[in-house]
């Protein structure tokens, strides 16, 4: 099992950036892909952005591609997710998962065993 705590949210303009990190507990940590989903108020939590165990391969929701690049530390326990060129329509909470999913398609909501308890991310107009 593992826990993990998101850091890093706040207000933001426009255009701004912003880098999360995701602490996870346990020695157990590269075990796991790791992703980044976020949810605006009303609407589904959406997938934002994954990376596998090593590192080694990452991929994004077409959205945030060029603007966002996640990443992981595995010596730290940490994964990280800097977004550049910040719009409104990113304005959400944001969560990091752990999941014992392999390969790059784990993007889905339930594939993802463990969740952080999420960081507010507000871009202002």
């Known amino acids: 099992q593992v826990q993990l705590v998101e850091f890093g949210g706040g207000l933001v303009q426009a255009g701004g950036s912003l880098r999360l990190s995701c602490a996870a507990s346990?020695?157990?940590?590269?075990?796991?892909?790791m992703g980044w989903f976020r949810q605006a108020p009303g609407k589904e939590r959406e997938f934002v952005a994954g990376?596998?165990?090593?590192?080694?391969?990452?991929y994004y929701r077409d959205s945030v591609k060029g603007r966002f690049t996640i990443s992981r530390d595995n010596a730290k326990n940490t994964v990280y997710l800097q977004m550049s060129s910040l719009k409104p329509e990113d304005t959400a909470v944001y969560y990091c998962?752990?999941?014992?999913?392999?390969?790059?398609?784990?993007?889905?909501?339930?594939?993802?065993?463990?969740w952080g308890q999420g960081t507010q991310v507000t871009v202002s107009s």
């Open positions: 990376i596998s165990r090593s590192g080694g391969s990452t």
């Open positions: 346990g020695r157990t940590f590269s075990s796991y892909a």
């Open positions: 998962a752990a999941t014992y999913c392999s390969g790059s398609g784990c993007i889905r909501v339930y594939e993802y065993n463990y």
